[in-house]
């Protein structure tokens, strides 16, 4: 700084650097940065920041679903790394599509918010949507790709077009809880890298509904 004795305010201001480097670095490793995981030849990762991947397992069957645990201690939105996948992977759970498998998703709630929603998107470029022409979809255009999705919010929406999303609401998961989502995904050209992007949503406004009995009772 200008004007200073450099010597003394080194002497003053380094303590409160260091504090604020090791805050920082210990901060970032409660955050994310869990080693990435490889199971059947695929390579999960939270690389890219906001939570941590706790473990996975299985093997990406019907009956032994890709068992993915993460804890979420933020309010925005996640992304889910998942490298690998090849045609040589193949059709785990008997779709018609190039490859394919099944997901069981824990994820515990280690913010100080509840979730009343939770969404998540499949992607192969993290800057935009999945359009019908890339072939990655959540087992889109398949019976079991329907079927199989499940979680304990009991109101599930699906977007095919003009984006591969599902949303999930019905409930609410306090502080401590943890959301359960079972779903297929699949690809007909399968590309190294491809995002599950995942946010836990608060409504915006909440509206009560009118009581229409006692709307016409004041008539």
Do not use: C
């Not at 933020?74 to 490859?99: E, P, S, W």
């Not at 800057?127 to 019976?143: I, V």
Request: glycine share 10%; hydrophobic share 40%; net charge neutral.
């Amino acid at each position: 700084m200008l004007g200073s004795s450099p010597g003394m305010m080194d002497v003053y201001r380094l303590p409160r650097i260091l504090a604020l480097a090791v805050g920082l670095f210990v901060s970032g490793i409660g955050a994310a940065l869990s080693e990435p995981v490889t199971r059947e030849g695929i390579v999960f990762s939270d690389e890219l920041g906001g939570f941590r991947l706790l473990s996975v397992s299985g093997s990406g069957t019907l009956a032994d679903p890709f068992v993915i645990v993460e804890e979420v201690s933020g309010d925005r939105g996640i992304t889910l790394l998942v490298k690998g996948l090849t045609r040589a992977f193949g059709n785990r759970v008997g779709t018609q599509h190039i490859v394919s498998f099944a997901v069981r998703k824990i994820v515990i709630n280690r913010s100080d918010r509840v979730w009343r929603h939770y969404q998540m998107e499949l992607r192969e470029v993290p800057t935009r949507h999945s359009p019908y022409e890339d072939g990655l979809s959540f087992g889109q255009n398949s019976e079991l790709g329907r079927t199989f999705v499940a979680s304990n919010f009991p109101t599930i929406q699906r977007f095919d077009e003009p984006e591969d999303t599902l949303g999930f609401s019905g409930i609410e998961v306090a502080p401590g809880g943890q959301a359960e989502f079972s779903f297929i995904i699949s690809d007909m050209s399968p590309v190294a890298k491809i995002y599950l992007f995942q946010e836990p949503l608060q409504p915006l406004s909440w509206r009560a509904r009118p009581n229409f009995s006692e709307l016409a009772a004041r008539r």
